[in-house]
Structures are given as structure tokens and as C-alpha cells.
């Protein structure tokens, strides 16, 4: 298996359930991203981690939860969400965190809250 | 206004003409990247460029770091290119790249 894998690929979940998001990378690459991208709205930059740290949060709510246990797998864990947060969530990763690295991108998991 | 514009927003062509997409951005970047989305959803990154000239088979992509402006080419294309075509870039060597609204392009056969 190679690339960048996300599970599950739709989620249907309602405002009170506990959720995760799984992505799991066999690149060998040391940085790992959460995108958002919403209906005819530009992907949104949400996590990034670089080497197991968390080197950005974009000011996401804290009903978004990520984790990255190591450097292969990232997850983002989701409660208590709104309608809003319906989205197609995009993992990636990267070689290192520098201006022109490549990301390369999972098959994504569409999430509706209802 | 974001600040990475594409256009068009969508472009319906018939199988086998030349497509062109463009990109304007206001900041100062590293790289610009090209990235193709398929209806399913994963994304695939065609070009990464930060100055002239770059082609892969069919697809060209050129910019012009003067004018903040580039453009991606389809020749001859074919109703598997049909997709959403996203133009992102990046400023310096922060994690922050920015991103396109997307151009949905339909090829009919």
C-alpha cells in the first residue's frame, strides 16, 4: 500500500456523537496536514504537524480535536459538531515543512453532521 | 477578496480542444502548485513551479512571477480531464499555502 490513506471515506454523524477521522501516510514523509474544504469554499489550512509536534493550529474550534501519534498516522477526533462543520476533510503530507515541498493529498472523508 | 483568484469558476469544452486555466495571486510566494481534483474527492498535484515553464504530456503550466499570473494548458483534451483544477501558493517557508476557489472543467466527448 503506498500514499496517503484516510478512513472512513463518509461519516454521517449527528451534533452529540464522538467521532474519528484516521489518515495514515507510506511515504516516509515527516510533516502530516488536516484540510477542510467546504462547498465552493477554498481549502482551509486546519493542523499541521511536523515531526509528532503541532506546528500550526488555525484557529480551529476545539470541537476539533487532531492527534499524531507518530509520524505515519494523523487522526482528528470530532465532537459536539455543528451542521456547519459538514466538509470533505483532506489529510496530506510532506517531506519536511519548507517553502517548496509537495503535499500529497488522501482520498479525503466526507463528513455530514446532522 | 482571497488571494489566490481563478478563472473561469467553470468550463465546459468539447473533447480534443485546447483548455486554458488561469491563476492570479496578490502575495509574494516560493511555489506556486497546480492540483487536480477528481469528483471522488483526492487530490493529485500536477506542477509545483516558481518560475518559466513546466509541461507533463498534455498539461503545461507557465507563470510569471512579474505579474503575479499563471496559467495551466490542456491540449487536446479529453473527457477524462474533466475535473476541478485548483492553483494554490505558497509565501516564504511558512506552512501556509493558499489556495484557489477551483475551476470545474467538463470535457464532452
Known amino acids: 500500500e503506498t500514499g496517503v490513506t484516510q478512513t472512513p471515506r463518509h461519516l454521517v454523524m449527528g451534533m452529540t456523537n464522538k467521532k474519528s477521522l484516521k489518515c495514515e501516510q507510506h511515504?516516509?514523509?515527516?510533516?502530516m496536514y488536516w484540510y477542510k474544504q467546504s462547498a465552493k469554499k477554498p481549502l482551509e489550512l486546519m493542523f499541521v504537524?511536523?515531526?509528532?509536534?503541532?506546528?500550526e493550529n488555525n484557529s480551529v474550534p476545539s470541537r476539533f480535536s487532531p492527534e499524531c501519534p507518530n509520524s505515519s498516522h494523523l487522526f482528528l477526533h470530532l465532537h459536539t459538531l455543528q451542521p456547519e462543520d459538514s466538509a470533505l476533510y483532506l489529510c496530506?503530507?510532506?517531506?519536511?515543512?519548507?517553502?517548496?515541498?509537495?503535499?500529497?493529498f488522501g482520498e479525503g472523508s466526507r463528513l455530514t453532521v446532522l | 477578496k482571497n488571494e489566490v483568484e481563478q478563472s473561469p469558476q467553470n468550463l465546459t469544452a468539447q473533447e480534443g480542444e485546447f483548455i486554458t486555466i488561469n491563476c492570479s495571486y496578490s502575495?509574494?510566494?516560493?511555489?506556486l502548485h497546480w492540483l487536480q481534483q477528481h469528483p471522488g474527492g483526492g487530490i493529485v498535484s500536477l506542477f509545483m513551479?516558481?518560475?518559466g515553464k513546466k509541461k507533463h504530456g498534455r498539461l503545461i503550466a507557465t507563470i510569471n512571477i512579474q505579474e503575479k499570473h499563471s496559467s495551466l494548458h490542456i491540449t487536446a483534451s479529453h473527457p477524462r480531464d474533466s475535473a476541478v483544477y485548483i492553483c494554490?501558493?505558497?509565501?516564504?517557508?511558512?506552512?501556509?499555502?493558499?489556495f484557489g476557489a477551483g475551476t470545474r472543467l467538463t470535457v464532452k466527448p
Open positions: 511515504l516516509g514523509h515527516n510533516a
Open positions: 513551479l516558481s518560475s
Open positions: 494554490a501558493v505558497r509565501s516564504g517557508n511558512n506552512n501556509d499555502m493558499r
Open positions: 504537524y511536523n515531526f509528532k509536534e503541532q506546528t
Open positions: 502575495v509574494g510566494i516560493s511555489a
Open positions: 496530506a503530507s510532506s517531506q519536511g515543512t519548507s517553502g517548496n515541498r509537495e503535499l500529497f
